[in-house]
């Protein structure tokens, strides 16, 4: 199970951390990602980090800006988000797949957790 977390409001140019919390038993083979979904768009991908090497992997519209990282301690995946833009504005989902890292679409992902929703105003 993923809970998602950190969500809220903030000024263009602002910074927020988003957490997902995973309350199940994790494993070597596990991906987690961060997807958003923004009124009337698709959902789409935003980064993703392996379990056990930390690889990483994000979207071209957030490199440079959103740090993914994860506490194997805590269980939890933290996506650091930095000079945010009002396009940014979107419900922000964490997601876990198990198996191969670097997939960038919804089907490729078994387990969802809640949104979490992110305003960036101008």
Not at 2 to 17: E, M, P, R, Y
Not at 63 to 72: A, E, H, L, Q, V
Not at 86 to 109: F, I, K, N, Q
């Amino acid at each position: 199970q993923l809970q998602a977390s950190g969500g809220g409001l903030v000024q263009a140019g602002g910074s927020l951390t988003l957490s997902c919390a995973a309350s199940t038993r994790t494993f070597n083979t596990l991906v987690v990602a961060w997807f958003r979904q923004a009124p009337g768009n698709e959902r789409e991908f935003v980064s993703s980090i392996t379990w056990s090497g930390g690889n990483t992997y994000y979207a071209d519209s957030v490199k440079g800006r959103f740090t993914i990282s994860r506490d194997t301690a805590k269980n939890t995946v933290y996506l650091q988000m930095n000079s945010l833009k009002p396009e940014d504005t979107a419900v922000y989902y964490c997601a876990a797949r198990l198996g191969s890292s670097g997939y960038t679409t919804t089907r490729h992902y078994r387990y969802w957790g809640q949104g979490t929703l992110v305003t960036v105003s101008s």
